[in-house]
């Protein structure tokens, strides 16, 4: 796939490509058909933990804290408009201030607009550019997954994704399953359905694909597409958000709306697609924020995105990135190296143009 980006503008954004399924073919590329991969992400979160070192304090400190701990919830407490205590109705958007009701809320509206959506702006920002969850690993050579579709495969048979890698050494077996490959479309169509029916979000996606190219003998409908997409994304599989913000994009499958693009690139990069998180990093440097893409084009390169490491490069040529940055990015692209590296990947690369798993 190819988001052929440079100087700041984009080229036509693919969308990521039906997933499934090794041809029951030879293994020379001239008889193959090259199919890729989707990759695996799952929401993640933090805890955050507090705990207190000493097994006991004096009574005076403890009442100090305590004090403050009141202090605090009082003045938390208080409606923002008229100062009453007890206040106990949220502002719904950032979620900084309390009212008595909705009738203080109203009158402090124009009061506290500014300062709403200063704090709605800083809290959406936190989000976006906190380190995304780390992909999975294969559940054959348990080596991180590559980044870089073709380095990966979904199967249908099982609903795992394995790397490239363990597909090739296992020729027309499924590694993890141990299930044939299938010979035609409607066993690929059939073997799909069959884990779209159990909610597997990977499958929808997959299927969404293929009504979208039109593959495997489904018919194409990118309105069907999108609506696959959309039920994807809601259970989880948050590269959806991708293909969809693509439609918006290029306006085919939905009307063009950049804003829209942008929102879904920004849900596909949270919960981990480096496509997205590059798009993202193009969006404001076109815009001229460069500190934002750089910081986009920073997370791409800790997730294994080559590309971003050019734009890095770019940046540090024309003095918009120190030679700090430019250092981290090489050494976390190193990194991302290191893990996914493997002699029977490399194998694999050699082997099949459409097998490469680093970009």
């Given amino acids: 796939m190819s988001k052929g980006i440079s100087k700041v503008t984009f080229e036509d954004v693919n969308n990521k490509p039906p997933c499934d399924i090794i041809s029951s073919g030879e293994e020379d590329m001239s008889s193959e058909k090259k199919y890729t991969s989707c990759e695996q ?24 804290i305590s004090g403050d701990v009141d202090s605090g919830a009082k003045e938390v407490s208080k409606c923002a408009n008229c100062g009453k205590e007890g206040a106990i109705n949220t502002c719904n958007k950032c979620k900084s201030v309390k009212y008595c009701n909705a009738a203080c809320k109203k009158r402090h509206r124009s009061k506290h607009k500014k300062q709403c959506e200063r704090r709605v702006a800083e809290l959406h920002d936190i989000e976006l550019f906190k380190q995304p969850p780390p992909d999975d690993d294969c559940p054959i050579c348990f080596l991180l997954l590559p980044c870089f579709d073709d380095g990966r495969r979904y199967q249908s048979c099982c609903g795992k994704v394995i790397c490239t890698g363990c597909i090739h050494a296992m020729g027309k077996i499924c590694p993890f399953c141990r299930a044939t490959t299938p010979n035609t479309d409607k066993e690929i169509i059939k073997r799909t359905q069959k884990r779209v029916d159990v909610d597997d979000a990977k499958a929808i996606f997959c299927l969404g694909c293929d009504y979208s190219d039109g593959t495997f003998g489904v018919p194409q409908d990118r309105t069907k597409a999108l609506e696959l997409w959309h039920r994807a994304a809601e259970l989880g599989y948050t590269t ?21 693009a942008n929102h879904y690139y920004e849900l596909a ?3 981990g697609d480096v496509d997205a998180r590059y798009n993202l990093g193009i969006f404001e440097e076109g815009k001229g924020n460069t500190e934002r893409a750089l910081k986009h084009y920073m997370i791409a390169v800790m997730g294994g995105y080559s590309d971003s490491l050019k734009q890095i490069l770019d940046f540090y040529s024309r003095g918009l990135a120190t030679k ?10 190193q990194e ?22 680093i970009g």
């Fill in 240 to 260: 959806a958000y991708f293909n969809i913000g693509n439609e918006y994009y290029n306006g085919i499958g939905a009307a063009s709306d950049i804003e829209k």
């Fill in 324 to 333: 700090d940055d430019y250092t981290k990015a090489l050494l976390s692209y």
């Fill in 336 to 357: 991302y190296l290191n893990e996914v590296k493997s002699s029977q990947r490399d194998q694999a690369a050699a082997a099949r143009e459409d097998y490469k798993y």
């Fill in 269 to 271: 990069a949270m919960g």
């Fill in 41 to 64: 992400k799952f929401e993640h979160t933090k805890t955050h933990e507090i705990s207190y070192n000493s097994a006991s304090s004096n009574a005076d400190t403890t009442d100090s």
